[in-house]
């Protein structure tokens, strides 16, 4: 099955950009209809979508952090990256990349959960100077 892994940086500055890469093995990034995303969970708070992209290139971001994400992809590693710009101390979070179905991006937007989908181990990343 499909193996996701998270690395990156475990220490940002605030108002850097948070850079975060998802290496996926056993499956592709283009396999239909699987869509790939990135999602957070802060120090007792719920989990939070930032963003996916889908099977064929196409990016939606969630409309919380849009202004200052980006996602994007490289089939030729078959790897897709997170960049989150100027962080804050708030962004400090477990970060998670994870495979999603297409049937399950309606409740993925509203509110992940990790009883769906394949999910990467996560990556602590703490916003500090």
């Known amino acids: 099955q499909a193996l996701l892994q998270e690395s990156g940086p475990g220490l940002v500055k605030p108002s850097e950009t948070l850079s975060l890469t998802c290496s996926v093995s056993g499956d592709v990034l283009t396999a239909n209809p699987y869509y790939w995303s990135w999602i957070r969970q802060p120090p007792g708070k719920d989990l939070e979508w930032l963003g996916y992209v889908a099977y064929d290139g196409t990016v939606y971001y969630s409309p919380v952090f849009s202004s200052r994400v980006s996602i994007s992809r490289d089939t030729s590693k078959n790897q897709f990256t997170l960049r989150l710009f100027a962080v804050t101390p708030e962004d400090t979070a477990v970060y998670y990349c994870?495979?999603?179905?297409?049937?399950?991006?309606?409740?993925?937007?509203?509110?992940?959960?990790?009883?769906?989908?394949?999910w990467g181990q996560g990556t602590q990343v703490t916003v500090s100077s």
């Open positions: 994870a495979r999603h179905h297409v049937d399950q991006t309606p409740s993925l937007r509203s509110g992940p959960s990790k009883t769906t989908g394949r």
